[in-house]
């Protein structure tokens, strides 16, 4: 089946460390993007990319990178500059065509102690 | 820079009845709009899309929306709310650099 698959579902990290949340898709898109869901706030674009080996800050990358090495994969590392770490990551992707609505995939959940 | 702004953060209306949910976006040209619908425990499913055309746009569950360009607004409506259509809702803009930005949500409570 075509989709997008994050893993893992739920992360716990302790304060401090780096963490990397994994995103791949098998549905040939070439754009990928990264957003950070919290109560009351929405959906906020971290990262996103449009072609292998490149990418794009969003609106709140202070504290997270990324990397498209690949196509099908666009890792988000959280990193221990990140204040306020805990949210629900959720990662889409979407064609080549402008006009193309993106696909999500289920989001993980990180929880920072 | 482009922004959404859904200026309703929670909305309450009876079963059956008419539900409009506003969004207002900032872009510099011919934005690219969309409608998603987020229920509990579920991912994100597109409701309908807007290019380019006819300002009135249907969509999946009952929904449509309307494009007004002199208003930057591109309103949802349904004209018979179900209990099932109880959910986050969310509108996004996506412009020429790929970039695609959400709004921050009106989470919809269906009373019987």
């Known amino acids: 089946d075509g989709g997008i698959t994050q893993s893992p579902k739920y992360l716990f990290r302790k304060e401090g460390q780096n963490v990397t949340l994994s995103c791949e898709q098998n549905?040939?898109?070439?754009?990928m993007y990264w957003y950070r869901q919290d109560p009351g706030q929405g959906l906020r674009l971290i990262y996103y990319?449009?072609?292998?080996?490149?990418?794009q800050k969003g609106d709140i990358a202070e504290g997270y990178s990324v990397s498209r090495e690949k196509k099908e994969s666009f890792p988000l590392t959280v990193t221990s500059a990140q204040k306020n770490p805990t949210a629900f990551y959720l990662c889409?992707?979407?064609?080549?065509?402008?006009?193309?609505?993106?696909?999500f995939g289920q989001g993980t959940r990180l929880t920072v102690v | 820079a482009q922004s959404v702004t859904q200026p309703d953060i929670h909305i309450t209306v009876s079963e059956g009845a008419s539900l409009e949910l506003r969004c207002n976006y900032s872009?510099?040209?011919?934005?690219?709009l969309f409608w998603y619908v987020q229920s509990p425990g579920q991912g994100l499913q597109l409701l309908l899309k807007?290019?380019?055309?006819?300002?009135l746009v249907q969509g999946i569950k009952g929904f449509e929306a309307e494009f007004k360009r002199s208003q930057s607004s591109f309103n949802l409506r349904k004209p018979s709310v179900h209990w099932s259509d109880a959910a986050e809702y969310f509108c996004?803009?996506?412009?020429?650099?790929?970039?695609?930005?959400f709004g921050a949500g009106t989470t919809v409570t269906v009373r019987a």
């Open positions: 889409a992707s979407r064609t080549g065509i402008l006009n193309t609505e993106a696909f």
């Open positions: 549905l040939n898109h070439d754009a």
């Open positions: 990319s449009h072609i292998v080996n490149d990418f």
């Open positions: 872009y510099g040209a011919t934005p690219y």
């Open positions: 807007y290019f380019s055309g006819d300002t």
């Open positions: 996004a803009v996506g412009g020429g650099d790929y970039k695609l930005s």
